[in-house]
């Protein structure tokens, strides 16, 4: 049986999972459990990357130890991949004791090999990113050229890894492989990326510790890229085990922004430990939401989770496949989602099989038979021609052109039904013609359901099932493919596949249909805070400035609309309740960092204050 082992970048912890990370993880699914179907062993990886500077200062600004947040924002990625029906065979954790080890083996070997040595680095750093940047990169205004934030200047001792000792090395690798990155545009940039020149990497920091030590100088800990990258071995038991069955990977999917390191250092850390190189790393675009960058400060990150709980799961998944051709960046509405349920999954696929079963129900008791002789079987070659195209399709990547051969075969099944009139052939009661169309569309059906599990399955397990054939999972592509291979099967219709959906503008919606999930309420931080000094501000008729203690190092000031509620000395010495993690925001020329919360009826204003006093920073949950 042939392997294919296919990867996800492994997510950081320092946030909840949106509609980018379903994106990836969807299309390898997708890719899983297409490889699946055409028969091989599929291994397929996803998991979290845990460590880094940018895990700690998150951690911190939520009172947390590292490992306590990792361990915390694991579960909402477990949870999705789980609501997703994603099909990974592992997750790995970058905190787990086999990556830890496997790591720690990786640097010594490099190390003893003379690829690693001791120096210092000097230059700029992306928290965010977690990412070197030199100067010409950065240009004049020196923030990062993939993000666009503030960079830190970093000068620490560190260890090196020779990546220029790979640059020759790497540039014949991509001369031969030609398809090792996908699309070609962004082979292109790599070539011209290592071509411009490789610089040796700073593997280790010294300013931090939430990281991996190195093993013989324990005052380091591994650069979390170093660290991330090598999940892919660690999952399948880093050079041991059930490794030499899995490795390479066949493809790493990735978004273009980690191109890089998965394209450039990645290969060469491999060349260095002299194991063989992926076959493909695979780059995708970037989501916009209506046109805008996805940014929390502009509040308008899509939660997968809010989105099937609106939708079916499989719309979710057509759209993101179909709407954007693999490689490039796309835009989200759900506006354009909702045109695409009613127009393709509703009208087109939906359409096919509901009308299909009735018939069969309605004109054969559900009872579908082989029939003696076939007389037309068009169906069944334009089955095999689009599954032609389906193959080439998905050996480069492309998932929205596969959808398109499958629907372009569900529009010819459809336009079949209207040609062939199965309800004539019933009133003048052509018996073996009509039994030989509905055999047909049966088996279209059983194609259909086949070819399009990888993308939507729960449809395809609706129409297996009202087909009367078994899970879906237990056949292979030639099953589906075979027009001729039932003998006989009790259909009926059950289910509807998708219902139509009107579009209602948010601000069309009453109040009470505007629902959260409950992880959007966690990421509203809660805290109780003492009030240590008020203070009206003089030209305004409401704000009162507030010195307030939340359990940091030193007080913060917090702007409040009071003024016509409370006087200054009545508010000091309260505990109140604040949003501690609100960005900050001017007031009267004064920044408040925070808000408090109380309510509201009209006219009467009151704060919202805890019971009895417990220490200023507590959290509210
Ligand atoms: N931890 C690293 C990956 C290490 S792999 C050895 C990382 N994590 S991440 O959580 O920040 O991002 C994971 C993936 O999400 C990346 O592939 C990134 O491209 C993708 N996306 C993040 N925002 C995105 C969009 N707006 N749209 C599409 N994908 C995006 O990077």
New binding site residues.
């Given amino acids: 049986m042939k392997k294919y082992y296919i990867t996800t970048?492994?997510?950081?912890v320092n946030?909840v999972p949106?509609?980018?990370?379903s994106?990836?993880t969807l299309a390898a699914d997708t890719l899983a459990r297409y490889k699946r179907l055409l028969g091989e062993k599929v291994f397929f990886l996803t998991g979290t990357?845990e460590h880094g500077q940018k895990i700690q200062k998150a951690a911190r600004s939520v009172n947390l130890t590292p490992q306590e947040l990792a361990d915390k924002v694991v579960e909402n990625f477990k949870r999705l991949w789980k609501k997703l029906d994603i099909t990974n065979d592992f997750f790995v954790r970058t905190t787990d004791d086999y990556h830890i080890k496997c790591v720690q083996e990786a640097f010594e070997y490099i190390y003893k090999k003379g690829d690693i040595y001791k120096g210092e680095y000097e230059g700029w750093y992306c928290i965010p990113c977690?990412s070197y940047y030199s100067e010409v990169e950065i240009g004049k205004d020196k923030v990062c050229p993939v993000c666009g934030r503030k960079l830190d200047l970093v000068k620490e001792e560190s260890y090196f890894f020779r990546l220029s000792a790979y640059e020759d090395k790497l540039l014949k690798f991509y001369e031969k492989h030609q398809d090792f990155v996908i699309p070609k545009t962004r082979y292109n940039e790599i070539i011209s990326f290592v071509k411009g020149g490789l610089k040796d990497l700073s593997i280790t920091r010294t300013s931090f510790d939430w990281g991996i030590p190195v093993p013989f100088d324990n005052k380091h800990v591994i650069y979390v890229?170093f660290d991330?990258?090598l999940?892919?071995l660690s999952a399948i038991g880093c050079k041991n085990g059930s490794f030499e069955e899995i490795w390479p990977a066949d493809v790493h999917f990735?978004?273009?922004?980690?191109l890089r390191?998965?394209a450039v250092y990645w290969p060469a850390f491999l060349m260095s430990l002299e194991l063989p190189l992926p076959k493909h790393v695979v780059a995708?675009?970037?989501?916009?939401v209506d046109g805008k960058k996805?940014s929390k400060s502009l509040g308008n990150v899509v939660d997968p989770n809010k989105m099937i709980q609106k939708y079916p799961k499989d719309a979710y998944r057509y759209f993101l496949l179909r709407n954007v051709p693999f490689g490039l960046d796309g835009d989200f509405s759900e506006k354009e989602l909702i045109e695409r349920i009613n127009s393709e999954l509703v009208n087109d696929f939906g359409n096919l099989v509901s009308r299909s079963l009735t018939m069969m129900e309605k004109y054969s008791d559900g009872l579908v038979n082989m029939p003696i002789t076939v007389e037309n079987d068009n169906l069944s070659k334009l089955a095999k021609s689009t599954y032609d195209k389906i193959l080439e399709h998905m050996n480069i990547f492309r998932f929205d052109e596969a959808l398109i051969d499958i629907f372009e075969y569900i529009r010819a099944v459809n336009k079949y039904i209207t040609e062939k009139e199965p309800w004539t052939l019933n009133k003048l009661r052509k018996t073996a013609q009509l039994n030989e169309v509905l055999y047909n569309l049966f088996s279209a059906l059983k194609f259909v359901a086949g070819i399009i599990s990888p993308f939507l399955p729960d449809s395809s397990e609706k129409i297996m099932n009202m087909l009367g054939l078994n899970d879906v999972g237990s056949y292979t592509a030639e099953f589906f493919l075979d027009f001729y291979n039932i003998e006989q099967s009790k259909v009926a219709k059950k289910d509807m596949l998708f219902e139509r959906i009107e579009y209602k503008n948010e601000g069309e919606k009453k109040e009470s249909e505007k629902k959260i999930p409950i992880d959007e309420f966690f990421n509203v931080d809660l805290k109780v805070a003492k009030i240590l000094e008020a203070e009206g501000i003089e030209k305004s008729r409401k704000l009162i400035k507030l010195k307030i203690d939340v359990g940091e190092e030193s007080p913060r000031t917090l702007v409040a609309g009071l003024k016509e509620h409370y006087k200054p000395e009545e508010l000091v010495g309260r505990y109140i309740i604040v949003v501690a993690n609100l960005k900050p925001a001017k007031l009267m020329g004064i920044e408040s960092n925070g808000m408090l919360l109380a309510a509201k009826d009209g006219e009467n204003l009151a704060l919202l204050t805890v019971e009895k006093p417990v220490k200023p920073g507590a959290k509210i949950s």
Wanted: charged fraction near 15%; proline fraction near 3%.
């Fill in positions: 970048p492994i997510y950081y946030d949106h509609i980018g990370h994106y990836t990357d977690e890229w991330a990258l999940n892919y990735v978004g273009k922004d980690i390191f998965h995708h675009g970037w989501w916009t996805m």
